[in-house]
Structure formats: structure tokens, C-alpha cells
């Protein structure tokens, strides 16, 4: 089995966060969705500082899987410099890595 990663992206809208976790999870490029509404993102974006709100993407899916869930979201996002950031699960339940392999196959 491959290593299980959490995949983080934001989002200025509920609609589009919902929209990219149809296509990602039909596309068998994740596992799982999860969005995290309204949180506040602050940055600097064009010498400017900018305060946000966003919705959060947490998205479940495969090491092998990256680079294709990668390309995906850049297809796809509204943002023209997305936030795509891959964090390695250290520890996982077997049966959930089950499912997750299962799940994209």
C-alpha cells in the first residue's frame, strides 16, 4: 500500500470548495473530502495585505495520487497561485488505509 497524505487547499466560497471535492473524489484523485468553513487567512498577495475569508479543503488521498490531485486543482481553482500543500499521515489505521486505497482504485 502506499503512504496515506492530507492535501490542504483554500477557497474563497463554500460553492466552489463543495465543487472541488465532487471532482476530485469522482475522479478517484481523493478519498475523502473535508471542508472547514470560514476561516480567516491573512497574507500578502501583490504587496498588498490581505485579510479572508476561506473555506478550507482537507483532502485525503494517496502519496501516488499527487501529482495527478495536483494537476486537477490547478485546472480547477478560481486562485491563480492556489495553496496546494501535501502533509504525510504519520500514523494511520489499517482499515482506514483500506478504504482509501479501495476507494481510489
Same mark, same amino acid.
Given at each position: 500500500?502506499?503512504?496515506?497524505i492530507?492535501?490542504?487547499? %483554500?477557497?474563497?466560497?463554500?460553492?466552489?470548495?463543495?465543487? !472541488?471535492? &465532487?471532482?476530485?473524489?469522482?475522479?478517484?484523485?481523493?478519498?475523502?473530502? $473535508?471542508? !472547514?468553513?470560514?476561516?480567516?487567512? %491573512?497574507?500578502? @498577495?501583490?504587496?498588498q495585505?490581505?485579510?479572508?475569508?476561506?473555506?478550507?479543503?482537507?483532502?485525503? %488521498?494517496?502519496? +501516488?495520487?499527487? $501529482?495527478?490531485?495536483?494537476? &486537477?486543482? *490547478?485546472?480547477?481553482?478560481?486562485?491563480?497561485?492556489?495553496?496546494?500543500?501535501? !502533509?504525510?499521515?504519520?500514523?494511520?489505521?489499517?482499515?482506514y488505509?483500506? @478504504?482509501? %486505497? *479501495?476507494?481510489? +482504485?
Amino acid at each position: 500500500m502506499d503512504e496515506l497524505i492530507i492535501v490542504m487547499t %483554500t477557497v474563497s466560497s463554500r460553492a466552489v470548495a463543495l465543487e !472541488i471535492a &465532487k471532482i476530485v473524489v469522482e475522479e478517484k484523485l481523493a478519498a475523502c473530502v $473535508q471542508v !472547514i468553513p470560514d476561516l480567516t487567512s %491573512t497574507y500578502i @498577495w501583490e504587496g498588498q495585505l490581505c485579510v479572508e475569508s476561506e473555506q478550507l479543503l482537507l483532502i485525503k %488521498t494517496l502519496a +501516488n495520487h499527487y $501529482q495527478a490531485l495536483e494537476s &486537477k486543482l *490547478r485546472s480547477v481553482h478560481p486562485y491563480s497561485e492556489p495553496e496546494i500543500i501535501a !502533509i504525510p499521515a504519520i500514523a494511520c489505521s489499517s482499515s482506514y488505509l483500506q @478504504w482509501v %486505497t *479501495r476507494s481510489l +482504485n
